[in-house]
């Protein structure tokens, strides 16, 4: 007897339409955007929506770089922006928010490649 661990998903025979719970808005609201950015919060479960202007800054406080990003999903400990500039993965970097409501350090996760924005996961 042979088993798989694939699951089905949808209005196939035995698959729930609740399944996702509230979670089916969040991939709604993911698919619908159709960004680098979207595609990177899929491997976050946690991630949600947002549109926060962002500044990433990198490189040491005598030669700092300021980047210009925009967080587009977050958790409790991950925010996946965007920017106009390449950046490495385990690159350390700080980010905040024009509000102060966002100050922290850290490392590039993971990356998306888009056609003219990067997106991150930090």
Request: with cysteine; hydrophobic share 40%.
């Amino acid at each position: 007897m042979t088993t798989s661990t694939k699951r089905t998903f949808g209005n196939g025979s035995g698959a729930s339409n609740d399944l996702f719970g509230h979670y089916g808005d969040k991939a709604a609201a993911i698919e619908n955007t159709g960004s680098g950015a979207a595609r990177l919060a899929e491997f976050f479960p946690g991630a949600i929506p947002m549109h926060v202007p962002a500044v990433v800054k990198r490189g040491r406080a005598e030669e700092e770089h300021h980047i210009e990003a925009l967080i587009e999903f977050g958790t409790a400990k991950e925010v996946i922006v965007t920017c106009g500039v390449p950046l490495e993965i385990g690159e350390p970097l700080s980010i905040s928010s024009p509000n102060c409501s966002l100050k922290a350090t850290a490392k590039v996760m993971a990356l998306q490649v888009g056609t003219d924005k990067y997106a991150l996961s930090i």
